[in-house]
């Protein structure tokens, strides 16, 4: 790639990033262009992988030919390509922020392996799988549509994992784990301070992209204090969102009875009682650790990233539980085999091979266990039903377990499905 090209397409990704909402004030002035960068990354990262799927889309299909032969050499290429850059570009105000920057960076790297092993079996599979078509001795007709058949199973699951490689989606994800050090406890005296200051702020002062708030109104409009003197249970809804029935089936009309404390950075939806942002460590310490009973999670797209849920977590009592609600398509619950959701670009998925004792096909599940669809639709299979359901839970209970939890289970009310996620 030329210079010129390189540095119009770090351009592209600092408009993006300033599109989609990005907090630049959380981003130190001296790692901006680091950033940058390791956006720009992951963007040849993902394209790459889009190449590579057209690659062995290719009827003819040669593994020498491919622009990657295995997934550890794309996974190689694309880390010490990013890290370099960054190197070379970016000048950090001192050794120990640069020292930290790369040390979180290669952890998040780290995180990456998955994906390149699943791109090896990938590949692999698709290899013997030809191989084997080779041994036949087919007639050269049945050899191309049966090869073809076998490029398009593996195109498609190379697309899973590009799907799973979109960083755009997460920045403050990956601002929080590239950027930050972990956020000490606050003493009690610092606590107090804190409230205070947050309780007597405003929006203009504590700005929130996309929030449109009235300019002037208070970030927190019902003061903690009040709300525990009226509730012995502490209730807190994140990402409160639209007051929609479902929700009010079941947070018991949430914006009416005062039993929940509701949180979203989007003013102008629910009236929140507070105007945070849960993807924010600093705002999330205007809850205390072990404070709530209860946590839900009110709109099904936010709040997947770990580090969201670690904190959501640590705010919840020993016991506690956290409901997370499941995403839906076209209004069916998605666990639901016939109805799948598609699947979220955020996610790392799994592929299941439904055996022939219990039905048949292939279906996919996301490690949380909170996402998946099937390769082929089928007709409600009770049988295909449960299997779907106890992989997802289980896929959960092992990812939340990860995380801080005790225990998982799946809940089901009104029609709409819910992991229970216990402390």
């Not at 050090?181 to 504590?206: F, G, I």
């Amino acid at each position: 790639m030329s210079r010129s090209a390189f540095f119009l397409l770090v351009f592209f990704c600092a408009v993006f990033l300033k599109a989609a909402a990005v907090r630049w004030d959380h981003v130190p002035v001296d790692r901006r262009s680091a950033v940058l960068l390791f956006y720009h990354g992951m963007t040849q990262m993902r394209l790459s992988l889009s190449r590579l799927q057209s690659e062995v889309l290719i009827r003819s299909f040669d593994a020498e030919s491919l622009s990657f032969k295995s997934g550890k050499a794309w996974y190689d290429f694309h880390k010490n390509w990013t890290t370099s850059k960054i190197k070379e570009h970016t000048q950090f105000k001192d050794s120990e922020s640069q020292a930290l920057f790369f040390k979180n960076l290669n952890e998040y790297f780290e995180d990456l392996r998955e994906h390149a092993e699943h791109l090896d079996k990938v590949l692999n599979d698709l290899n013997a799988s030809l191989e084997e078509l080779k041994l036949q001795q087919l007639k050269p007709t049945d050899y191309a549509d049966l090869s073809t058949e076998c490029c398009k199973d593996a195109a498609g699951r190379v697309g899973l994992i590009m799907k799973s490689i979109q960083w755009f989606y997460a920045f403050e994800l990956a601002s929080d784990i590239l950027l930050r050090s972990e956020t000490k406890a606050l003493s009690e005296d610092e606590y107090k301070k804190m409230v205070e200051r947050m309780e007597n702020m405003t929006v203009d002062q504590h700005p929130i992209e996309n929030s449109h708030p009235d300019p002037g109104t208070p970030v927190i409009r019902k003061k903690l204090a009040e709300y525990e003197k009226q509730n012995s249970v502490h209730r807190l809804l994140f990402f409160a969102g639209h007051d929609c029935p479902d929700k009010k089936k079941l947070l018991g009309g949430f914006s009416n009875d005062g039993i929940w404390y509701a949180v979203d950075p989007c003013f102008r939806e629910t009236k929140p009682d507070a105007v945070l942002y849960a993807l924010d460590k600093q705002d999330m310490l205007y809850f205390k650790p072990n404070w709530a009973d209860v946590i839900c999670i009110g709109d099904y797209r936010r709040g997947r990233e770990q580090e969201v849920i670690k904190t959501f977590l640590s705010i919840l009592k020993p016991g506690g539980k956290l409901i997370i609600p499941l995403s839906t398509a076209n209004h069916k619950d998605w666990l639901n085999v016939r109805f799948g959701a598609q699947l979220s670009p955020d996610t790392q998925e799994r592929e299941i091979d439904l055996q022939k004792g219990e039905c048949s096909g292939k279906f996919w599940v996301s490690p949380d266990g909170r996402e998946g669809y099937t390769k082929r639709m089928h007709d409600g299979n009770p049988s295909i039903t449960a299997l779907f359901q106890k992989i997802a839970t289980e896929n959960a209970k092992n990812y939340y377990r990860k995380l801080g939890a005790s225990d998982v289970v799946l809940s089901k009310m009104d029609g709409a499905c819910f992991f229970i996620v216990k402390k």
